[in-house]
């Protein structure tokens, strides 16, 4: 089965305390679709400048992503640089040029038209509705967003939530968007402004998921309560960039690669975002990622599983 | 098998967004107490004023809890008055009264002295010392600490934590005594300075688990890896007042029911820990845990597995 996923792709300068990394490759749709291409077919729609090289490129095209939905326009690609402290948690931006981003209108190239799961990145809303509406037959939408667009553009945002069957947003987020310092209730909220399921990432502290009657039809009596997937404890983080979009791509990936979206696949797929998470944070930009085998995969998510279970 | 616990047995008056309560019941012998006494016997080192009364005690000895080690002096007993906000993770203090609990010194009565287990509450380490030199056959030693010993008190500090099997601590308190700002590193630290194990509590994340090749003599090889272990997502928090005592109690009680201390039962015991503290912050003081029963308990502690289960 093939993801389809709309997002940024771009160029990231990061500074953290394990040192300094200048225009590694870089962009919501990048770190997704890396993740995502251990599991499934990844076709990607951005757009990029003409500073996107072959090089950039092949780091998709080896891991057999389709890039033939990426667009390249005249100018520079979308540019972020960054600095995060000693705790890792925030980063300070200290640039953010927009470029050819500027004016991305998503094209969907035919080849795309049968992808069976559409990921959403974090992109204008107005954008990821209008991609929405393009693919009214996929078998399954997630979608990002982040703080810009819930406090200044909420009423695009509400069109988009209703056709989410799962919305990844951090715990801020969720707070921000169903106005509550509470989780349990804002993530009740949430759910009510439309997405069928809501996964809260947590960071360090893993993610949790929220159900709706509407999750799972034909097997809500297993959801009367939410799920916790734990995270990799890590004595070195080395650039936390990209560690929820790498968390969203191991995630949907692991469920397209499923014959059916089940309870178990769903709670089995939120390990495996925490395993492409912990792996992402563990290198400057893609570095991590962009180098795993499969067996490394399959081996942190066997460790996930004895750090929570009890036997 | 019988805990022997020494720490604050006070009065707290608490404000949060949910009430206000006058004068309850608090202090962290009482909350581990309470918490404790759903699994084995449990026996309190305390000191309290005139103003502690047999309503008061009560509480305690209606859960079977043996007082007889609460020494009553002339004066007033500790009295803490606090205010949380709507993210409810951190209290404002308006005041502490110390009152009879300044000139504390625990008297060990002579039906304490074959207590097998220990837990050493949040108090000066001096006193935690003492009491640690006088139960030299206890089976196992628990303890906790706070930022104020951590920072001013190191040296005092420093001779407890050898005697420790686990130290029980807050994400913040691990950082600053291992002087590291990431968890694992920091927990490392923390380890080399004697406890056996650590046990960092998370709030609303959980709890992990760090271990050392001294935490199960004979069954090293299965704690490689940390262990993580859930707290209950809850819509309503009352008072958190206690949450981290309760969770002591449940983790401490559970393994003093227990034969043996393996993994297994380390594990178990987080997540019975897990259970008292999520009950804990339902209501002011400890209105929630003494009303408590057995089944509750229980079904809380499934709740959590299948919150964290693959299957």
Chains 1, 2 share one sequence.
């Not at 995502?36 to 057999?64: C, M, P, Q």
């Not at 402004?193 to 998921?209: D, F």
């Not at 769903?266 to 795993?292: C, D």
């Amino acid at each position: 089965m093939s993801i389809l996923v709309v997002g940024s792709v771009a160029f990231d300068s990061i500074e953290s305390p394990a040192g300094r990394a200048e225009r590694c490759l870089g962009g919501a749709a990048t770190h997704f679709a890396l993740a995502a291409s251990f599991f499934t077919k990844v076709r990607v729609i951005a757009v990029v400048g003409e500073d996107f090289t072959d090089k950039e490129e092949s780091v998709l095209t080896r891991r057999g992503i389709d890039t033939s939905g990426i667009e390249h326009a005249p100018g520079k690609s979308f540019f972020w640089s960054g600095a995060y402290g000693s705790n890792l948690n925030e980063a300070q931006t200290r640039a953010t040029e927009l470029n050819v981003f500027q004016n991305f209108s998503p094209k969907i190239p035919a080849a795309y038209q049968n992808s069976e799961y559409l990921f959403l990145a974090n992109i204008d809303p107005v954008l990821q509705a209008d991609v929405r509406a393009k693919m009214p037959n996929v078998r399954m939408v997630c979608g990002d967003t982040m703080n810009y667009w819930i406090n200044g553009h909420s009423e695009n945002l509400a069109k988009v939530l209703p056709g989410l069957d799962a919305l990844l947003i951090n715990d801020t987020e969720v707070k921000m968007l169903g106005k509550d310092d509470n989780l349990v209730r804002a993530a009740r909220k949430v759910i009510e402004l439309g997405p069928k399921s809501l996964i809260v990432k947590h960071g360090e502290y893993g993610a949790s998921a929220f159900f709706s009657e509407r999750s799972f039809p034909g097997h809500g009596d297993s959801l009367a309560i939410p799920f916790r997937s734990p995270s990799m404890p890590l004595a070195d983080v080395v650039d936390p960039t990209g560690a929820g979009d790498s968390f969203a791509g191991g995630f949907f990936g692991y469920i397209a690669s499923q014959p059916e979206l089940t309870p178990a696949v769903f709670k089995k797929a939120l390990f495996y975002g925490g395993v492409m998470g912990s792996f992402a944070v563990e290198r400057f930009g893609t570095e991590r990622i962009a180098q795993l085998d499969r067996n490394e995969i399959e081996e942190r998510f066997e460790t996930l599983r004895q750090l929570s279970h009890l036997d």
